[in-house]
């Protein structure tokens, strides 16, 4: 009886224990748990190891700088980088929960837990260890006309631009929005609350919801939005922007080690390799050929006859096949030149710019109508580019004119008279016409 009394008490005694230690260990978790991340101690070290290769102050891919809070709260090129408080809202955290960032091959994965960690550094309002307020490293972002009018073209002039301004209403310059419409001007300077641009917008009455599809529109987005209302703020200022001309100043965007990439090297001639025995070419370019065939043990394949070479010719150049006259001459043509004469005449064929151009209008996003679901109308002058580009690659334009025009086609000539519009001004504003 006393032996199963004092078990009886062993028993009570570990059992004590064990519910003093479990409630102490929960404490510690709980306690861990609910610590929140520091830029300090958490979240500057993931970036040091994981980030900073791309984005630090000498290197700033994409104009982000993630080696100090400064850069970090500053964002870059493409958006605001982080929001306080809220980590669904931040594009930091967008691209490290998407996998986006690091790129695959670019730096060190970041590991769930330091998802998780910048996650949870977000959403706790992006605290630091010696209580600095998060707010010191926020910029006041001071924006002007050249901020705003591309918000503008894109989100509003569809109804209220230079062919249509319903209401009376034309968005395309701060005068013409001063002036406002038929329910008076659609802003007042300073006063954003009382402005009757944003009043329409924040009361999702603009752009009108069920026209959205139909004009090929798209909501103001919050990011937007918030510059609308800050340029009203500050009274709708505009500035001249100074041009962007060469210095001696490094360039923050395109580094010395990027400037490395052949595509930006000069030409230098290149001497081709020595002739290999067994291994017989015409030209040069097969010397080239014949070195990495030798280096992977291969040899070159049997030459094309010339039925299969006129063929070839025709699908590359003009993307048609030839007909069978066409073969049958070619075939029967021994003149030494017989090749190079076909390759000129169908260089010279109006079929190589519409074969070509192809590939130009695939990359450029072109279509002759709006491709929409529920409805396909026509651009009715998308044709113009169309064709502008067809007739750039059977005139042998240099690519160097060629987006020069593309790009910035109406500041290369004097539009400032009508009578003396010509058919390159023509074809200037064809050319930048689309992409704008």
Same mark, same amino acid.
């Given at each position: 009886?006393?032996?199963?009394?004092?078990?009886?008490?062993?028993?009570?005694?570990?059992?004590?224990?064990?519910?003093?230690?479990?409630?102490?260990?929960?404490?510690?978790?709980?306690?861990?748990?609910?610590?929140?991340?520091?830029?300090?101690?958490?979240?500057?070290?993931?970036?040091?190891?994981?980030?900073?290769?791309?984005?630090?102050?000498?290197?700033?891919?994409?104009?982000?700088?993630?080696?100090?809070?400064?850069?970090?709260?500053?964002?870059?090129?493409?958006?605001?980088?982080?929001?306080?408080?809220?980590?669904?809202?931040?594009?930091?955290?967008?691209?490290?929960?998407?996998?986006?960032?690091?790129?695959?091959?670019?730096?060190?994965?970041?590991?769930?837990?330091?998802?998780?960690?910048?996650?949870?550094?977000?959403?706790?309002?992006?605290?630091?260890?010696?209580?600095?307020?998060?707010?010191?490293?926020?910029?006041?972002?001071?924006?002007?006309?050249?901020?705003?009018?591309?918000?503008?073209?894109?989100?509003?002039?569809?109804?209220?631009?230079?062919?249509?301004?319903?209401?009376?209403?034309?968005?395309?310059?701060?005068?013409?929005?001063?002036?406002?419409?038929?329910? $008076?001007?659609?802003?007042?300077?300073?006063?954003? #609350?009382?402005?009757?641009?944003? /009043?329409?917008? !924040? =009361?999702? +009455?603009?752009?009108?919801?069920?026209?959205?599809?139909?004009?090929?529109?798209?909501?103001?987005?919050?990011?937007?939005?918030?510059?609308?209302?800050?340029?009203?703020?500050?009274?709708?200022?505009?500035?001249?922007?100074?041009?962007?001309?060469?210095?001696?100043?490094?360039?923050?965007?395109?580094?010395?080690?990027?400037?490395?990439?052949?595509?930006?090297?000069?030409?230098?001639?290149?001497?081709?390799?020595?002739?290999?025995?067994?291994?017989?070419?015409?030209?040069?370019?097969?010397?080239?050929?014949?070195?990495?065939?030798?280096?992977?043990?291969?040899?070159?394949?049997?030459?094309?006859?010339?039925?299969?070479?006129?063929?070839?010719?025709?699908?590359?150049?003009? $993307?048609?096949?030839?007909?069978?006259?066409?073969? #049958?001459?070619?075939?029967?043509? /021994?003149?030494? !030149? =017989?090749? +190079?004469?076909?390759?000129?005449?169908?260089?010279?064929?109006?079929?190589?710019?519409?074969?070509?151009?192809?590939?130009?209008?695939?990359?450029?996003?072109?279509?002759?109508?709006?491709?929409?679901?529920?409805?396909?109308?026509?651009?009715?002058?998308?044709?113009?580019?169309?064709?502008?580009?067809?007739?750039?690659?059977?005139?042998?334009?240099?690519?160097?004119?060629?987006?020069?025009?593309?790009?910035?086609?109406?500041?290369?000539?004097?539009?400032?008279?009508?009578?003396?519009?010509?058919?390159?001004?023509?074809?200037?504003?064809?050319?930048?016409?689309?992409?704008?």
């Amino acid at each position: 009886m006393i032996e199963l009394i004092e078990e009886i008490s062993r028993m009570r005694t570990l059992a004590c224990l064990s519910l003093v230690l479990l409630v102490t260990v929960t404490f510690t978790v709980t306690a861990a748990e609910d610590e929140s991340p520091t830029y300090e101690g958490d979240i500057a070290p993931i970036f040091k190891r994981a980030c900073i290769r791309c984005h630090s102050a000498s290197a700033r891919k994409g104009e982000l700088d993630l080696s100090s809070p400064h850069g970090l709260f500053k964002g870059g090129e493409s958006a605001t980088t982080i929001v306080s408080g809220d980590s669904e809202a931040s594009y930091l955290y967008e691209l490290v929960h998407e996998h986006m960032m690091p790129p695959e091959g670019e730096g060190k994965h970041l590991t769930k837990q330091d998802v998780a960690t910048i996650k949870l550094w977000l959403d706790d309002g992006t605290p630091f260890a010696d209580g600095t307020d998060p707010k010191s490293f926020t910029e006041v972002v001071e924006v002007n006309q050249h901020d705003i009018r591309p918000i503008i073209m894109l989100r509003c002039t569809v109804c209220h631009g230079s062919r249509r301004q319903e209401g009376g209403l034309d968005l395309r310059t701060r005068e013409s929005m001063l002036k406002g419409g038929k329910s $008076g001007p659609a802003m007042v300077l300073g006063n954003p #609350t009382e402005s009757l641009l944003l /009043k329409r917008i !924040l =009361a999702a +009455e603009m752009p009108p919801r069920d026209k959205l599809l139909p004009s090929g529109v798209k909501i103001m987005p919050s990011g937007e939005l918030d510059k609308l209302t800050r340029w009203i703020t500050l009274g709708a200022p505009e500035v001249e922007i100074t041009a962007d001309s060469a210095t001696a100043e490094p360039d923050t965007i395109v580094t010395d080690e990027d400037r490395k990439f052949w595509a930006f090297q000069s030409l230098q001639p290149i001497l081709p390799p020595a002739a290999i025995s067994g291994f017989e070419g015409t030209n040069a370019i097969d010397l080239f050929v014949a070195e990495r065939l030798k280096a992977n043990g291969l040899k070159f394949s049997t030459e094309a006859s010339r039925a299969v070479l006129v063929r070839r010719l025709y699908f590359d150049l003009i $993307g048609l096949p030839p007909s069978p006259a066409e073969i #049958t001459a070619f075939v029967a043509d /021994k003149q030494p !030149l =017989a090749y +190079e004469r076909l390759v000129q005449r169908l260089l010279s064929s109006p079929r190589y710019g519409e074969r070509w151009a192809r590939f130009w209008l695939d990359a450029a996003g072109y279509a002759d109508s709006e491709g929409k679901r529920s409805a396909d109308p026509i651009r009715n002058s998308a044709w113009r580019y169309r064709d502008y580009v067809i007739r750039s690659m059977n005139t042998d334009k240099p690519y160097s004119q060629f987006l020069l025009e593309q790009i910035a086609g109406d500041e290369l000539l004097d539009f400032s008279d009508p009578e003396k519009i010509t058919p390159q001004h023509v074809e200037n504003l064809i050319a930048t016409g689309f992409l704008r």
